[in-house]
């Protein structure tokens, strides 16, 4: 169990509403990660942070901003939603800084519906 | 640019049946790493092995057993006597040094174990 836990479990929002996921770890990993998972296309990463207030984009990060303020929590935002942002959406954390291990371990998933 | 391709979208086997996942993937990185994780119908996702690339040695854990070939870019995952558990949806995964640990995800295996 790596202690990840993501909030809500599940959202239904209207279209252009902003909605907020939260991703909460509880072994001060550096690295997290938000992915959506959609049929088709596998897991494909929005963004990634390497530390408190340090992130950086993925390949599908349009229309999606994060924020890490505190090691333990890890924001993903959907300022105006739409309906292509269906979808569940995954937390991820890697546990190591050096090396080798760059698994990653994921949270139990977010599954966001907007109509 | 990585890439990773499971052509295999689903497979259906009777109990006890042997059977293959394919994968393969793409990078011009010399050192990497690949990974499998598992995907039971309750959604989680379970981390199943890492493999890196300077280790060319296969490996078996009970009844799953990992074939890992540079020369053709693939890194394959075959269950032997399989069992109604293994349903699963299975993605093969590829991470290269200093990316922050991306993982590039391929589209996913639907295995289907029939009793």
């Known amino acids: 169990d790596a202690g990840i836990t993501q909030s809500p479990r599940h959202k239904v929002t209207e279209t252009g509403t902003p909605v907020t996921l939260r991703c909460h770890q509880t072994?001060?990993?550096?690295?997290m990660y938000w992915y959506r998972q959609d049929p088709g296309h596998g897991l494909r990463l929005i963004h990634y942070?390497?530390?408190?207030?340090?992130?950086d984009k993925g390949e599908v990060s349009d229309g999606y901003s994060v924020s890490r303020s505190k090691t333990e929590d890890f924001l993903l935002t959907l300022e105006s939603a739409t309906s292509s942002q269906t979808s569940v959406y995954f937390c991820?954390?890697?546990?190591?800084?050096?090396?080798?291990?760059?698994?990653?371990?994921f949270g139990p998933g977010t599954r966001l519906t907007v109509t | 640019a990585q890439k990773v391709t499971q052509a295999q979208t689903e497979i259906s086997v009777v109990e006890k049946e042997d059977v293959t996942l394919d994968c393969v993937y793409e990078?011009?990185?010399?050192?990497?790493?690949l990974f499998w994780y598992k995907q039971p119908p309750s959604g989680e996702l379970v981390f199943l092995i890492r493999?890196?690339?300077?280790?060319?040695q296969n490996e078996i854990s009970g009844r799953y057993s990992w074939n890992f070939q540079k020369s053709t870019s693939s890194f394959n995952f075959t269950i032997t006597a399989s069992q109604v558990v293994d349903s699963a949806v299975y993605f093969c995964?590829?991470?290269?040094?200093?990316?922050?640990?991306?993982?590039?995800f391929g589209s996913g295996t639907q295995l289907t174990v029939l009793p």
């Open positions: 991820a954390i890697s546990p190591r800084v050096s090396g080798g291990s760059y698994e990653q371990y």
């Open positions: 493999r890196n690339s300077f280790d060319e």
């Open positions: 990078t011009r990185d010399t050192t990497y790493y």
């Open positions: 995964a590829l991470a290269s040094t200093g990316s922050a640990r991306q993982l590039t």
């Open positions: 072994e001060n990993h550096r690295y």
């Open positions: 942070s390497y530390g408190v207030k340090d992130t």
